[in-house]
């Protein structure tokens, strides 16, 4: 059981990238998704969430500048980051409350991280 994040890169301030949090195929479906980040001697922290009711929060630094999506069929959630900022380079992760597809089981999942690289 894994997701897997990626599409991070190296962007020029202003710029725009799409993370991508992919589920595996022993995952029957994900509920709440997380992004989380983390910078060089910070803590993780939230940057958005969605739920499986497409509600979504946002952390106020990235508000109007990121947006979460899902696509269910696909089991994946994306991050939208458009005018990124040097102040967003991080690692981000997935985070996902996701039911096993063979036990049934409800688990908490984190993605291996993907860096985010913004120059000034």
């Known amino acids: 059981v894994q997701l897997q994040a990626s599409g991070g890169g190296l962007v020029q301030a202003g710029g725009s990238l799409r993370l991508s949090c992919a589920a595996s195929?022993?995952?029957?479906?994900?509920?709440?998704v997380g992004w989380y980040r983390q910078a060089p001697g910070n803590e993780r922290d939230l940057v958005a969430l969605?739920?499986?009711?497409?509600?979504?929060n946002y952390a106020d630094s990235v508000k109007g500048r990121f947006t979460i999506s899902r696509d269910n069929a696909a089991n994946t959630v994306y991050l939208q980051m458009n005018n990124l900022k040097p102040e967003d380079t991080a690692v981000y992760y997935c985070?996902?409350?996701?039911?096993?597809?063979?036990?049934?089981?409800?688990?908490?999942?984190w993605g291996q991280g993907t860096e985010v690289t913004v120059s000034s």
């Open positions: 985070n996902a409350e996701a039911v096993h597809r063979f036990s049934s089981q409800t688990i908490n999942i």
């Open positions: 195929r022993s995952v029957f479906r994900i509920s709440t």
């Open positions: 969605i739920s499986s009711g497409d509600s979504t």
